[in-house]
């Protein structure tokens, strides 16, 4: 075996549907989550060979990283097979990606070891196909974070057209995942069909003012922007504890707070890494209080993406 | 009379409303736009005391330059007063922010010669009074461009914020201006109060790739932004021939096309000089053809603002 038959690789947890870019913007975190190994050989087809971290299938087919994988064989006329190891350290369903940090990872190390076949942006239609597998629907706001790291920008699905954003220095993020279950699919249902135009106008605007302060590194107009009238005021009734975990965030010094993905997973964005950590302090005590267990993340806004170890 | 109690000014017509930054985001032209002299007199209160090229009321109370100015002095501690002399250009009812330029010219220029007691934001909110004159509604999407220069995003309302973006150097545009009239009441009431959440998810993902490609000077992620799900398709109806200019402007070479303000204007962007001007020429065939007059505006994207001259 040697460095072109396998690789093993970081694949980054991302936070999507940040605020006011629901459904459009997300960004990839630099030191949460997982490992995976994949390894070129003969035989026809993908195997899970090793699974460790989360209960989840290794059937190929039940596997996310099995069924991005076999996108990517489905478009290629590459007449062998790969092997997966993963070592999941993202908790499934936790609402920072960890169905998109897999995908990704099986179907970046895949082109990486066929010599590059494919571009990003057919990588992350191949990756979508394992969103669509763990959601229903075949989504690319974390698996185009997770790919490109920094923040990107679905600008479109048809076609898909990714847009990658610039990821100020000095931006943290702190995640709260509350042990509690919110399912994609229950929280997909209860977002309203129509919205009004007023609602949509100030949301355009704050996704317009919060890339521009990315741009232009501007952690104040940063903070101003991430709003959402739209879906944070609905699917933040299933989450226990939000608005409080939300106003202790924004007290702590936070440049702005709200869901990550569909939940329970709760993010904040900090200027600097010791704000974040107060920020994280801040929001442990409310489910501390509450009594719900939880993890805390802390981490930099990523800006590589999925990448070789 | 000497520098410091007149000044003669250039005011930009200004694009609002484009495509999908609808109500937030708006543009000044470099080489279209009125003139107006501003003088501080020791006589208290705001006088029209020249006004050509437009047939407007020149009584203070109802006119906009007037209102925007009884706004600003109703604010200061100045006890004289300033006489306006209006050279208008940009014709009324276009759709091309002709009550924005006199309005924002008005309280630009009393400010520098009060030695500028106000910050720009202030003079927006004083210049939307004159706004909420012309249109019964206290809009800021052609005040802030005609003020700032290049693009502006009003970001939100309450508090007004303001966010200048950048202007790509070889962003052209081109304006015609049918002469049939729509009035702003009418191509509001129009549009519906509500919209569908798939909609505005695409709408905010092209505001969010307009943005980032006046960023990166990357004119053809301007072009692909470009457009508009939500109230293009309705208010186009009042303009007659707008899927014909739309069409022969995009086979002539556009980045996009869409409806300046509330119309009956369409305006296409391009990228340099001899594209702008084979689009003014594609549509000024349309309109020859249906036989309705027109003017056409050919300009770069201006970067000043409303300025002395």
């Known amino acids: 075996m040697n460095a ?40 026809k087809g993908i195997r899970i060979t090793k699974l460790t971290g989360q209960n989840l299938p290794t059937e190929t087919h039940l596997n996310v990283a099995g069924v ?9 006329n590459y ?12 908790k ?11 995908s990704t990872g099986a179907v970046w190390a895949m082109n990486e070891l066929l010599g ?3 571009s990003k942006t057919e990588l992350v239609k191949f990756a979508m196909e394992g969103e669509r597998l763990a959601s229903g629907v075949a989504h690319a ?3 185009a974070p997770a790919l490109f790291g920094g923040f990107t920008l679905v600008r479109s699905y048809d076609p898909l057209d990714i847009v990658p954003i610039p990821s100020p220095k000095q931006l943290w993020a702190t995640v709260i995942h509350p042990q509690i279950e919110v399912r994609t699919s229950d929280s997909r249902k209860i977002l309203k069909t129509n919205i009004t135009l007023a609602d949509g106008i100030k ?15 501007d952690y104040s107009l940063i903070g101003r922007s991430l709003v959402d009238h739209i879906v944070e005021p609905i699917r933040s009734i299933l989450i226990p504890g939000f608005d409080k975990v939300k106003s202790v965030s924004m007290d702590a010094g936070a440049l702005g707070c709200g869901i ?15 704000n974040a950590l107060h920020v994280a302090r801040a929001m442990k005590d409310v489910y501390r209080k509450i009594g719900i267990d939880y993890d805390v993340h802390v981490s930099k806004v990523n800006s590589t993406g999925v990448h070789k170890i």
Request: negative net charge.
């Open 260 to 274: 990550s993905g569909s939940g329970p997973s709760i993010f904040a964005f900090s200027k600097g890494e010791e």
């Open 4 to 43: 072109t038959t396998e690789l093993k690789i970081f694949c980054p947890a991302t936070i999507a549907n940040i605020s006011c870019g629901f459904d459009v913007l997300g960004v990839a975190l630099e030191s949460v989550g997982d490992e995976m190994l994949i390894r070129k050989v003969e035989q």
């Open 141 to 143: 706001d974390n698996v």
């Open 79 to 90: 007449e062998g097979g790969f092997e997966i190891e993963m070592y999941k350290k993202i």
């Open 116 to 118: 590059r076949p494919f």
């Open 92 to 102: 499934a369903g936790s609402g920072i990606g960890s169905s998109a940090a897999s």
């Open 203 to 217: 949301q355009w605007g704050n996704l317009g003012g919060l890339v521009a302060g990315l741009f232009t590194e």
């Open 68 to 76: 991005a994988g076999l996108a990517l064989l489905a478009d290629s």
